[in-house]
């Protein structure tokens, strides 16, 4: 069940995620569910600003993040590791054994996708933030991955990668092809979701995860089947609802 909320700016849209996420990491040995790309980067910053003038603490709070691309080191300046570092977990008191983002390095892949999805395998996500693709995805989960999906090795779509490329000196080659991902299934555990999306390169995939049919060519649209979705967005993000 979604409840939608359109606001004017990206501030605004990151201070109306921000009230749902207060309420979750009030309680203290909460378990959040965290993303990374540009939309969570304003909700991040209100949840360090609480911190330095609430206090609130992250000392008993676990994370779990859900996707890391492959075949970059987790050093490099562009991996999901590094982003939640310098977005977030460095600036708040969490543990760092405390924060978990799955691996994309090594021989075998499969292995740590295994291991990611036993690191969860007794956990429930209070609240679970989440962007979403242009083409629809969530997490990396592209269009044609089975809604029963765990973690598992997702091949980045074209769209994807030109999509991320901005992040890569605007060069589509410097932008893995693969990352590793939770899965549908995994998501869909937990108890409360936060989708942020802005932007009108967004409105179509913010329209099929809403009203379209459920169907894997939009990964969005399993979400109509969870209980409980805060979709925050702002007026081009919320322009063909
Ligand atoms: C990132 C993730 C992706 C992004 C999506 C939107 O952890 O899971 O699904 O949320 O690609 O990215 P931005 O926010 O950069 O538009």
Redesign the pocket.
């Known amino acids: 069940m979604f409840n939608v909320i359109v606001r004017d700016t990206y501030d605004e849209v990151s201070s109306e995620a921000f009230k749902v996420m207060k309420e979750v990491v009030r309680k203290k040995n909460a378990v959040l569910g ?7 980067i304003g909700l991040y910053k209100k949840m360090i600003a609480d911190h330095h003038s609430e206090g609130t603490s992250y000392k008993e709070i676990r994370t779990w ?3 890391e691309y492959t075949g970059i080191p987790h050093t490099h300046d562009q991996s ?1 590791y590094t982003f939640m570092h310098e977005n977030l977990f460095n600036h708040i008191d969490i543990p760092e054994e405390n924060t978990h983002v799955p691996c994309g390095e090594g021989d075998d892949l499969e292995q740590n996708c295994r291991d990611y999805e036993k690191s969860m395998e007794d956990v429930i996500v209070d609240i679970q933030v ?5 083409d629809g ?5 592209e269009p044609g991955t089975p809604f029963d999906s765990l973690t598992h090795i997702m091949d980045l779509t074209e769209q ?1 990668r030109q ?2 490329a901005r ?1 890569f000196d605007n060069d589509i080659d410097q932008v893995p092809t693969h990352a590793i ?1 939770m899965g549908l299934a995994s998501i869909m555990r937990a108890r409360k979701i936060v989708l ?2 802005t ?1 009108a390169n ?1 409105a179509d995939a913010v329209y099929g995860m809403i009203h379209g049919p459920i169907t894997t060519d939009c990964p969005a649209s399993i979400l109509q089947a969870h209980p409980d979705v805060t979709v925050v967005l702002d007026p081009a993000a919320a322009a063909k609802l």
């Not at 965290?34 to 969570?40: D, I, K, N, R």
């Not at 989440?130 to 242009?134: N, R, V």
């Not at 995805?137 to 989960?141: K, L, M, Q, V």
């Open positions: 965290l993303a990374t790309g540009s939309s969570p993040n859900l996707d999901y989440l962007g979403i693709g242009s995805h969530i997490a990396f989960n994807t999509d991320n992040f991902t942020i999306a932007g967004k």
